[in-house]
């Protein structure tokens, strides 16, 4: 995962930032009657060298993320963490994603309420308000952590979809393989990064496990080395399923619409 230039508190660098936050593959992902993902429980397409059992388990897991509330914290490294409260039958939550770079750190909180999405990005928000995004002006797959639609930072099930190998590896435990060559967008890895991996993108080391009531527990991503330097893991963990997230709409007077500076910074318009 790269770690985004920071600059300056500047709609450049906040755009950096959701850059490394989770966002989607160009493909549009199944949703359930609120506008929250209701992933397939057979979204992971086994391949002739895994096992059925793990195959499902996994499917049946990333499925049920979207029946509840939960927590959800990804990290790589000491540079990057997201920290989200996601209420998922509702299409509410709440996230806070930091980056830190070589001279300077950044925060970007973003919260959604139904099909409504505020951010407060230094630079652009002051104090308490926040700026509502038109989602019309941004272009699919734009990257801002949580979105109406994808409300999971991580777009897990999309993720495990592009899984190409799985085996349970103890109880509870499994490891396999993706290919993020079909999963580019997906986790905070983009594009540009899935190429620079070449064709070690295709049999990216991955490992889960599952709690005793067979929901994810953690997921991590053993992602390639680049021009010779260890990438650091991305490590994704799931908790406190079934709590009460009290994501709630900002009142009218703390809300102000994004400038055209933030939709081009964005790729949008």
Known sequence: ?????????????????FAMVGCTNGTTPVTSASGTPAASAASIAPTSSADPAAVKALSDAAAALGDTSFKMTMTSGAGFQLTADIDAP??????EMSAKGANTALTVKTLL??????????????????THLDMARLPDGANIGLKPGQIDPANTAN???????????????????????KAAGVAGVDKVTVDGYGADAQKVPFEATLTK?????????????????????????YSDYGQTVTAQRPPAGQITEAPASVYTALGGK
Do not use: C, H
């Open 213 to 237: 009531d067979s929901r994810l527990d953690t997921l991590t991503l053993n992602l390639p080395a680049v021009n010779n330097t260890p990438a650091q893991p991305l490590v994704i963990k």
């Open 90 to 95: 509702k299409g509410n939550g709440t996230a």
């Open 113 to 130: 309420f139904g099909q409504d999405l505020y951010a407060q990005i230094p630079g652009i928000t002051q104090g308490d308000t926040w």
């Open 159 to 181: 993720l495990l979809s592009a899984t190409t190998n799985a085996q349970m590896s103890g109880e509870g435990s499994y490891a396999g393989t993706l290919d993020l060559t």
């Open 1 to 17: 995962m790269r770690t985004p230039r920071l600059a300056g508190l500047s709609v450049a660098a906040a755009a950096a930032a």
